[in-house]
């Protein structure tokens, strides 16, 4: 029989979330340690037994727990038991584990082309004038054919253009050398946190996100985003791009009875931090038209008031765990939550939230004609999978027997602008030195005689150290060949 929901636990009636509602997209949304961690894991589960694949980021490790059965305790029968599970028994689940820095899964890569200049200057801090030079630099490559692949492509460009600010500007627009400097410092700074691992080939193919296993389930993506939580900024950017590629790239399918795929964003509030209003735009018209892609999006974080109102009144599922309000503030934010939900007659849902236990949720999703349920003191379903993470050992052994290790684990190197750029500047340098020797060759020869033809210490020091710095700047600049 297929499934049409994913239970998630027991109010007076079962709590389900239908299948063809997920595509509303959904909140989950609780203090430190309220649950939300196993009310996500219990949604991917039913979401990958009924056949859709899921991507999610797994900012603590515990998610890798998928992959393996849950140890029955007492505590989760006695659960299993009141809420009415009568089917539970441990299992894990199909996993593809992915990482930027390809330790801990297979590297998932993009071009910078792919990136574009709106999402690269929000990752780059870049100000608006900056952003102009970029956007500039992304419009030379595509009128002059530029692959950007990587960040050494990105630097070469910059380098042209910096040689070339006068011709640029007359037919792009002034560029100033100020920010072509800055936004070469930016990028430094940016490969020193490890972003260099993320920008190449082969690039992610969004297919692969899409699959599921022999038996029909949805394979859950998961990427390790431990490490990847130190540098916020490329977090958000990089599943910010990836939903943005999603829309892009997915046909239009309209209502369907199921998903194509479902998006965790966890530690949502990086997303919106300080984001520029262009950006909000981009997020909340993603939000809106992914929809009929077949994707649906769930936003994971503490804060509920931390996604903003134009992306908030998008989220039809909603998840809410326990909130503290022993502040002003923190009153504001639970009467705010207890307002995105469709009253209940029988308690007052400000006061509930504050009173809710660990695994008892709130929860209200979208019933017959997209119509929001009541919401609904639940208790939520133990998992069948592990609560925690896998080892080391384990983890080796799922991506020791995954099908994307050899697509993705080995990097390649095409050319592109990096190689293009270089040979056009060699044959600059070349075709410069012809000429001197050529003008050199007309001028008549000097009657003076040089004292001696032998360079002094100190002149041949000083030109050996002005080769090397410029071998340096080359390299510093236009790095060396990565695909």
Known sequence: MPHTSVFLGKSEKPEMLAL??????????????????????????????????????DVKGDLSGL?????????????????????????????????????????????????????????????????????????????EGLLLL????????????????????????????ASIGAIQRRLLALEEQGAEEFFGEPALDLMDLLRTDENGEGIINILAADKLMQTPKLYATFLLWLLSELFEELPEVGDQDKPKLVFFFDKAHILFDEAPDALLEKVEQVVRLIRSKGVGVFFVTQNPLDVPDSVSSQLGNRVQHVLRAFTPREQRVVKAAAETFRPNPAFKTMDVITQLGIGEALVSTLERKGVPGVVQRTLIRPPSSR?????????????????????????VDNESAH?????????????????????????????????????????????????????????????????
């Open 20 to 57: 063809k509602y997920a595509t509303r997209h959904g909140l989950i949304s609780g203090a430190t340690g309220s649950g939300k961690t196993v009310t996500l894991q219990i949604i991917a589960e039913g979401l990958a037994r009924a056949g859709v694949p899921v991507f999610v980021a």
């Open 67 to 143: 992959a393996q059965p849950v140890e029955i305790k007492d505590f989760l029968t006695e659960r299993a038991e009141t809420v009415g599970l009568e089917d539970y028994a441990p299992r894990g689940f199909p996993v593809c584990f992915w990482d930027l820095y390809g330790k801990q899964g297979h590297p998932i890569r993009a071009t910078v082309s792919e990136m574009g200049p709106l999402l690269l200057s929000r990752l780059l801090d870049l100000n608006e004038t900056q952003e102009g030079v970029l956007t500039l630099a992304f419009r030379l490559a595509d009128d």
């Open 419 to 483: 190689e293009i750029l270089k040979a056009r500047a060699e044959k600059r340098a070349e075709a410069a030195e012809k000429s001197r020797l050529k003008e050199a060759s007309r001028k008549p020869k000097s009657t003076t005689r040089r004292r001696s033809n032998r360079q002094s210490v100190s002149e041949a020091a000083i030109k050996t150290a002005a080769r090397t710095l410029a071998r340096e700047l080359v390299r510093g600049l236009l790095g060396s060949f990565k695909r």
């Open 387 to 411: 609560m925690g993470p896998l080892t080391s050992a384990e983890r080796k052994e799922v991506l020791r027997y995954s099908d994307m290790a050899d697509k993705y684990d080995e990097p």
């Open 150 to 177: 990587d960040l050494k492509d990105l630097r070469s460009l910059l380098v042209e253009i910096a040689g070339r600010t006068k011709e640029l500007s007359a037919e792009y627009g002034h560029v100033s050398r």
